[in-house]
């Protein structure tokens, strides 16, 4: 008898302990209430990069007088670095073609070069100096930035079947219409030897031109 | 009609997104706080270029881009004191960035050229008495050790030739303003012999070449470079050719 009221008891203990503890459980906040969220979300900062802009690519078209084979079209293609504000490296490939000399113009029929070998085309990789940095003025309106620069390098021309050394030197302007958009004049010597007719030779081809640039 | 409206709105989307872009790109300028007494605006990048506007302290510009050692900035956008000029560098870099921190300007000095990645250059020389002209780009894996690819073309008395290779260089002591280096490599030589003067064909062959040199930090992202290559020249002939070749040049790095 005692045995039996005991186990009531005991049961009727654990089954209230069970629900209490049941609803304990329940009554409990969640682990991610129990966290306080704050309210302001962490603001992301990117910095954003700034541009830079120190490589210029551009075209031009000019004047080349190819010694002995008379004065051409050229045109040609640029690249440039801007290292400072002073220096910048520069490179071109540029294509033309070589007129009959005064020989083959005067004796009628006799050629000298085939024609595929009056194709001349350069390449050059120079190193240029803003001499004089300037400011231009056009009307009281407009300023535009500009520079003179001095400019020399070496590379190589393919002209009379013969590849040849080349130094070029040359003296440019270059206005700048925006920050990236830049109209040049450019003139440059170029000086290789060639030995088309005999003997070997120092030549000057000399180069006039203009182009448009943009810088990126 | 259908049509018609149709057109509208893929030109006003159109329009949308190209004026979104601009305002977006407008909306990516880089907001500085300045925090000297104040920062000076040229008229363009570049040292004498004469000083137009001044930004007191506590105003915020807005960097644009960057040419050589100048930042183009912004300031009182959208007001009738709106002023675009160009402020160096060594000032921008007194500026606050939106995270509170000095801006991060690139300025190239020893220190920035000591942790280099990119760097390239031309250079011109002697190749076995022909003269040659090359370009090159090296990428720096440490302080230590570079790889560098280079084109060449030499021009010679007898033969005209391009030549490629790619080289390992060491550089035991990056600490140093003139800074002697190692180097290690191979290739390819293609050699167009002059038809004038000798009858023979074009012809390319392997070589492989070790060398030394030095790179000498001038200023800036500037540094000259001189060195000295021997080169063997795998040739199907019985010997193989020796050439030694001399070059100096310009190099930048990024």
């Known amino acids: 008898m005692?045995?039996?009221?005991?186990?009531?008891?005991?049961?009727?203990?654990?089954?209230?302990?069970?629900?209490?503890?049941?609803?304990?459980?329940?009554?409990?906040?969640?682990?991610?209430?129990?966290?306080?969220?704050?309210?302001?979300?962490?603001r992301e900062l990117k910095v954003p990069k700034i541009d830079s802009q120190d490589f210029e690519v551009g075209a031009y078209y000019g004047v080349l007088s190819i010694q002995d084979f008379g004065s051409e079209p050229v045109k040609g293609v640029m690249l440039a670095y801007h290292v400072t504000e002073d220096i910048f490296l520069e490179a071109n490939y540029a294509m033309s073609k070589g007129d009959k000399t005064s020989f083959e113009k005067l004796s009628g029929g006799a050629s000298l070069l085939s024609d595929s070998d009056r194709d001349y085309k350069y390449y050059d990789l120079s190193v240029g100096w803003n001499i004089l940095p300037g400011e231009v003025f056009i009307t009281s309106k407009y300023a535009f930035n500009s520079a003179l620069y001095l400019i020399a390098g070496v590379g190589?021309?393919?002209?009379?079947?013969?590849?040849?050394?080349?130094?070029?030197?040359?003296?440019g302007f270059r206005l700048l219409l925006t920050d990236w958009l830049a109209w040049h004049v450019d003139a440059r010597d170029h000086l290789f030897n060639r030995s088309t007719f005999g003997e070997s030779e120092r030549t000057n081809n000399l180069e006039l031109r203009t182009g448009f640039s943009v810088f990126f | 009609m259908l049509f018609a409206?149709?057109?509208?709105?893929?030109?006003?989307?159109?329009?949308?997104?190209?004026?979104?872009?601009?305002?977006?790109?407008?909306?990516?300028?880089?907001?500085?706080?300045?925090?000297?007494?104040?920062?000076?605006l040229h008229t363009g990048p570049g040292r004498g270029y004469p000083i137009f506007y001044i930004a007191e302290r506590g105003a915020i510009v807005e960097a644009m881009k960057q040419r050589t050692d100048w930042i183009k900035v912004r300031i009182n956008k959208d007001t009738p004191r709106e002023k675009e000029g160009w402020v160096s560098i060594a000032q921008m870099a007194k500026t606050l960035a939106p995270d509170g921190e000095p801006l991060a300007v690139s300025h190239p000095n020893f220190d920035a050229y000591q942790q280099r990645h990119w760097e390239g250059g031309l250079m011109t020389g002697s190749f076995g008495g022909a003269d040659i002209v090359s370009a090159y780009g090296a990428y720096h894996f440490t302080r230590?050790?570079?790889?560098?690819?280079?084109?060449?073309?030499?021009?010679?008395?007898?033969?005209?030739?391009k030549i490629a290779t790619g080289s390992l260089v060491m550089q035991p002591f990056p600490q140093w303003r003139i800074s002697p280096f190692v180097t290690l490599g191979g290739g390819m030589v293609?050699?167009?012999?002059?038809?004038?003067?000798?009858?023979?064909?074009?012809?390319?062959?392997?070589?492989?070449?070790?060398?030394?040199?030095v790179r000498y930090y001038l200023t800036r992202r500037f540094l000259l470079r001189a060195q000295y290559k021997n080169y063997v020249v795998l040739t199907d002939q019985e010997t193989n050719q020796n050439v030694e070749e001399w070059k100096i040049g310009f190099s930048a790095f990024f």
């Open chain 2, 5 to 40: 409206n149709a057109k509208k709105i893929a030109l006003l989307l159109l329009l949308n997104t190209a004026f979104g872009c601009i305002a977006h790109a407008d909306d990516n300028y880089l907001p500085v706080k300045v925090v000297d007494p104040f920062i000076e």
């Open chain 1, 156 to 171: 190589g021309t393919d002209f009379a079947g013969d590849s040849a050394f080349t130094a070029n030197f040359g003296v």
């Open chain 2, 144 to 161: 230590n050790i570079s790889v560098e690819i280079e084109g060449s073309q030499y021009f010679g008395s007898f033969s005209n030739g």
């Open chain 1, 2 to 42: 005692e045995n039996r009221i005991q186990r009531f008891f005991l049961t009727a203990l654990f089954s209230l302990t069970a629900v209490y503890g049941w609803a304990e459980d329940a009554n409990k906040p969640s682990r991610s209430d129990q966290i306080i969220e704050p309210d302001l979300q962490r």
């Open chain 2, 190 to 213: 293609y050699t167009e012999p002059k038809s004038t003067l000798v009858q023979a064909t074009n012809r390319s062959d392997g070589l492989i070449d070790a060398g030394i040199g």
